[in-house]
């Protein structure tokens, strides 16, 4: 079973820049897909970005797609989330989530491991 450890949230003014890790431990990294969800106050849990297991397929919600780009480097089991030009309606507490899946999945309801998560927070 492996285990997520997110890092990299904090807060950062609007047009900002913040980069997210997410570390695995416990499983065979390249064995997962990995994704990016965010939830903000009051709001469910969506989609922002995820990647296949070699990197080679990436995917972006509307609403991230050309700010965001996510990244592995499955020599060091870790996912990244690049995040620019970021806006107040960014704020939200990120997860990063795995799964074993062939294809890539876009519903949080198909990832069974997740980390703790990481506040980012942009002002106006």
């Known amino acids: 079973q492996v285990q997520l450890v997110e890092s990299g949230g904090g807060l950062v003014q609007a047009g900002g820049s913040l980069s997210l890790s997410c570390v695995a431990s416990?499983?065979?990294?390249?064995?997962?897909?990995m994704g990016w969800f965010r939830q903000a106050p009051g709001k469910e849990r969506e989609f922002a970005a995820a990647?296949?297991?070699?990197?080679?397929?990436?995917k972006y919600a509307d609403s991230v797609k050309g700010r965001f780009t996510i990244s592995r480097d499955n020599a060091k089991n870790t996912v990244y989330l690049q995040m620019n030009s970021l806006k107040p309606e960014d704020t939200a507490v990120y997860y990063c989530a795995a799964v074993r899946m062939y294809y890539l999945s876009l519903t949080s309801s198909a990832y069974p491991y997740w980390g703790q998560g990481t506040q980012v927070i942009v002002s106006s």
């Open positions: 990647i296949n297991w070699s990197g080679g397929v990436r």
């Open positions: 416990g499983g065979i990294f390249t064995d997962y897909n």
